[in-house]
Each structure stands twice: as C-alpha cells, then as structure tokens.
C-alpha cells in the first residue's frame, strides 16, 4: 500500500472514532457483495498544488447511525436526509484532516462542497469491484473508501 494511502486510512479511521464514534477495521472480506442497500456515496475534492478526489460509501442504515452519534439521539428522532448530512460531514472533516496530514499546514487549498447521493446495489458492487476502493468493516457494517490523487490517471 502506498504512503499517502495508509495516511488517508490512518485518517478515515480517527475521523470515524473521534467524530462518529465508531471503530473500523481494513479488509477484504467477500461478504462485502452480499450487502444490502441502499447505499450512500459522498465525495469532495481539493484543489491547491496538488488535486485529489476523496469518496466514501456504505450503507444507509450505518450513516443514520453515525447521524444519531455524532447529534447524540437516538436514531428514530432523525429525519430521513439525516444520514446524508452525515456522510457529507464526514466527507468534509475527512478532506479537512488529510490535507495537513498528506501536506503540512503552510499551503493553502479549496475544497469543494461535499456531495451525497443514494446508489443502488449495482453501483455498489461495481464500487466494490474496483481496487482502487479500500474496504472497511465498521460498526459491523462495510464501508468504501478512496482517494484519488491527480496524476495517478484517477482524479
């Protein structure tokens, strides 16, 4: 594994902790195409001198749930969006963390607004597929993740 992979899991892991009160675990595990959706999918990108596109996806029921840890309610109390402003939150202060992490705090970058959207299990296991996605188990559940450094012919 790359350098500036491991950095990028070493965050995704400390944002999802710290954050959303969640443990998460790398791996490859096959049961990854036998979930169920609906899924969420959220990315933002950054721009400065260098570029980079960051995703993440997983289960729907898994974002209400971070939803309900990260405003500390009970799940039932959230409305249905919910768990969308919370991967997109994640997205966000994952993008935020990386950055000086991968590059110090003397450069300056733009980061778009992160965006979140429903896939279905098709798109899922296309995404689960493709090895440029990092797998997780998190909270019992399956997340991806990735990111895309420009220059690498994927961002």
Do not use: H
């Amino acid at each position: 594994m790359k350098e500036t992979q491991t950095v990028f899991l070493g965050v995704v892991r400390n944002v999802l902790e710290q954050f959303a009160f969640m443990f998460c675990e790398t791996t490859d595990d096959k049961r990854f195409t036998d979930c169920k959706g609906p899924f969420l999918y959220a990315s933002v990108t950054f721009s400065g001198s260098r570029q980079a596109a960051i995703s993440l996806t997983t289960s729907e029921s898994l974002c209400m749930e971070m939803a309900a840890n990260i405003l500390g309610v009970d799940p039932a109390e959230l409305g249905e969006e919910s768990g969308i402003d919370a991967m997109k939150e994640l997205a966000n202060i994952v993008c935020g963390e990386l950055i000086p992490a991968l590059y110090g705090n003397t450069e300056v970058f733009d980061l778009t607004v992160p965006s979140a959207y429903r896939i279905d299990s098709g798109k899922w296991l296309e995404l689960v597929a493709d090895p440029e996605n990092l797998q997780l188990w998190v909270e019992d559940r399956p997340m991806l993740v990735s990111l895309a450094l420009a220059g690498d012919g994927r961002a």
